[in-house]
Structure formats: C-alpha cells, structure tokens
C-alpha cells in the first residue's frame, strides 16, 4: 500500500450517512460510475459525492453531463494526491475490487463493492466473509435498482456501517510492509 496509509485509522463512524466516496480504478473499463451516480440519485437524499476520476476513463463526459443533470451535491476529483483523505472524509465508498479495497480498509471506510474484473473475485469474497464488504459482484450484471437498495441499506445501518469500519481496519492495519522488512532485516 502507498506510505499515505501506513499507520492511518478512522477513529468513528458518523451516525448519519452524508457524503459517499466513488472510485472505480484506473479505466472504468465497465462504464459503472455513470450507473452508481444515478442510483444514487434515486435515493432522493441529500448526499454529497467525491468521484474520483481518472485519466485514462474513456467516459468523463457522460459522467459530467451526468453530474449536471442529477439533484446531488458532487464534486469530481481528477490525479488524486491524497486517496486516504478523500476516503476518511467519506462516511460510505462504492469502489471496484481491486487494490483500493486495501486502502478503504485500512482507513475504515465502508464499502459496497462491484467489480470489475476477475482477478477482483477472491479478494472481495475474502473481505465480504470478514463483514469488511458488501460485494455486490460484477457491476455490469447488477440492476440500478439493486445497487440503489443496497447503498440505501448501508447508508441507513448505522451498525452495519460501524462493523464494517472495524473488520476492515482488523483486515488491513496499514503496517504490513514494515511487517515485511523486519521479517527480512531481523
């Protein structure tokens, strides 16, 4: 993991559910940040969005001309320097499976996950059985209406949310790669 996370944990979880993290990878290779922000617009609440975006999303125009049609607050982030503080000034994430499941973990941040690839399986299923995830499987397979019910239902568990925070802060403390080198050293 970056240096960003070593050593980094999330001391609470808000009772309420206001501000919601969206970070699909690199590409967005299955279009989902489109669909998540329309499902979370379905929600008809007062939410705000940080939605990462990447350089290399082939799809940063429909989402702008998404983001100006919906009724939420979003702000869109584009070269990210600073991930841990966009994830720990979250209350919930909606990421892909892949490594930034290390990273919400560590900082304690809830997460729904959809996947994008296969090598995402094993890893969210993983965290999932440990109460650390929601996995809701392959993004371009789920229905707006599922993935609307489920981020309804995390955003109003106040409980789910808190264990989820604490599985994954005991999943990923952020101090594995020193870990690592006194293994090597010592």
């Given amino acids: 993991m970056r240096e960003e996370f070593q050593g980094i944990s999330r ?7 206001n501000s919601i ?6 590409s967005d290779k299955l279009n ?10 379905q929600l008809n609440q007062e939410l705000h969005l940080d939605v990462v975006i990447c350089p290399s999303f082939k799809n940063i125009d429909k989402i702008i001309k998404i983001v100006q049609k919906v009724d939420l607050e979003i702000a869109l982030y584009f070269n990210v320097n ?3 503080e966009l994830m720990l000034n979250n209350d919930l994430a909606i990421s892909a499976g892949g490594s930034t499941l290390y990273e919400l973990a560590a900082t304690g941040t809830p997460t729904i996950t959809l996947l994008q690839a296969e ?3 094993k890893v ?5 059985e440990k109460g650390a995830i929601i996995n809701l499987g392959f993004g371009h397979m789920i229905s707006k209406s599922k993935l609307k019910d489920n981020i309804e239902k995390v955003i109003n568990d106040f409980a789910l949310r808190k264990e989820m925070s604490q599985q994954g802060q005991k999943i990923v403390d952020g101090q594995g790669a020193e870990r690592v080198a006194n293994y090597i050293l010592y």
């Fill in 11 to 17: 001391s609470n979880i808000s009772n309420e559910t």
């Fill in 124 to 128: 969210a299923e993983a965290m999932e």
């Fill in 21 to 26: 993290l969206v970070t699909v990878g690199g």
């Fill in 32 to 41: 989902l940040t489109p669909k998540i922000i329309k499902s979370i617009n």
């Fill in 82 to 84: 600073k991930m841990s």
């Fill in 119 to 121: 090598n995402q399986v």
